[in-house]
């Protein structure tokens, strides 16, 4: 791992801010997960594939920030924006129908598939997952507030999109104003 290795491979993804920790260890994310690390004095290994370079330290990240980053955009269906993170249910799945678990997952994917299934409501999940609704169910549909603090995982197909994480789903929809929960 080197720096360079680094922030061109989160450039690559869609990600403006890149991190290297422990000497070989690299992570990707957005301006405000970095603005809220500390800074420790605890960055001082030498990156494994260039030992002239510093790679972080133990539990703690060397950050770099690239101005020139092309972040990715989702282009969803006609009508459908985006909604929010919801976590799943209390007592089960939060969308009722899964259309896919599949390597091929991004936002835009799940969206035009639910729409095609003719479902106003989409949600990714777990990365690779999407299910379909026209409705929360099972005491699901409060949006979290304070997403950055969230477990998110990027696409399987689109690692410089989200697509929710584990019990977590963003969604998208056609419907405007609150999403009914029943």
Known sequence: MTVEMCTSTCAAYGYAVAGVEYGDECYCGTLAQAD??????????????????????????????????????????????????????????????MLWDAATNTVEACAAGCAAAGYAVAGTEYASQCFCGNNFVNGAGALLTDVDSEPTMPCSANK?????????????????????SL
Request: contains cysteine.
């Open 36 to 97: 809220a690390g500390l800074v420790s004095g605890q960055c001082y290994m030498p990156c494994a594939g260039d030992a002239s370079e510093t790679c972080g330290g133990p539990n703690a990240i060397d950050w770099y920030y690239n101005a020139d980053a092309v972040v990715a955009t989702v282009a969803l269906p006609a009508g459908w924006t985006t909604y929010g993170l919801i976590a799943e249910g209390a007592s089960g799945r939060a969308l009722g129908y």
């Open 160 to 180: 410089a999109e989200t697509c929710g994480g584990p019990n977590l789903l963003s969604i998208t929809t056609s419907l405007s104003g609150v999403i009914p």
